[in-house]
């Protein structure tokens, strides 16, 4: 089974704070992708990643970086977090057009 | 631009109802489609998935969903729900060059016993 871990299940940060989210796969995947969930605005994407130490902008990467060092890992910064950034985050990998999730991360920015 | 549509945002149901949940794409070329689940406090897993082939598919829990080129549509139905259904569906397709995903905004779907 794929496997899609993140570093943390929930955050609370304050504003203004650089915030680091890991996701790592298990299963060997080039692709992987970040998203962020709000209710009644279902998934969009972040940033993904093609191969390692490349990165693409996806719809919404105001705000956000990424770093992609080793193919299994893929990690999602914020650069100055905002109270707008309070959200789910989802991190994906995939190969031949599925997606697999990781169990995503509630981060709350106060 | 691809765009997804899901028009249902929030469906109430009983126990044994049959379930359509729409979703209609935009997008000139060849596409992948994906149905997606997410149970209250668990990950995003897939439901089923249409590649190519018969555009009839079976998903897990007994879910289908009817790929329909000419209407640009691939809705998820089941003939008879359970209260284990209560969950978040979303739509998703991509373009067959990529893996990047466009999801539709999700249906929001509670069973009541």
């Known amino acids: 089974d794929v496997k899609v871990t993140q570093s943390s299940r929930y955050l609370v940060k304050r504003t203004g704070e650089k915030v680091f989210l890991e996701c790592v796969q298990d299963?060997?995947?080039?692709?992987m992708f970040w998203y962020r969930q709000d209710p009644g605005l279902g998934l969009r994407l972040i940033y993904f990643s093609y191969d390692v130490k490349m990165k693409e902008k996806g719809d919404i990467p105001e705000g956000y970086s990424v770093s992609r060092e080793k193919k299994e890992r893929f990690s999602l910064i914020l650069e100055s977090a905002s109270t707008n950034q309070t959200s789910m985050y989802l991190c994906?990998?995939?190969?031949?057009?599925?997606?697999?999730f990781g169990p995503g991360t509630r981060l709350t920015v106060l | 631009a691809q765009s997804v549509s899901q028009h249902n945002h929030h469906v109430i149901l009983s126990e044994a109802a049959s379930l359509e949940l729409g979703c209609n794409y935009s997008?000139?070329?060849?596409?992948?489609l994906f149905w997606y689940v997410q149970y209250p406090g668990q990950h995003l897993q897939l439901l089923l998935k249409y590649f190519s082939g018969d555009p009839l598919v079976k998903g897990i829990k007994g879910f289908e969903a009817e790929f329909i080129k000419s209407k640009f549509s691939f809705n998820l139905r089941k003939p008879s729900v359970q209260w284990s259904d209560t969950a978040e569906y979303f739509c998703?397709?991509?373009?067959?060059?990529?893996?990047?995903?466009?999801f539709g905004t999700g249906t929001r779907l509670q069973v009541f016993p």
């Open positions: 994906a990998s995939s190969q031949r057009g599925e997606q697999f």
């Open positions: 997008y000139g070329g060849t596409v992948n």
């Open positions: 998703a397709v991509n373009a067959r060059d990529t893996d990047k995903l466009i």
């Open positions: 299963m060997d995947h080039e692709n």
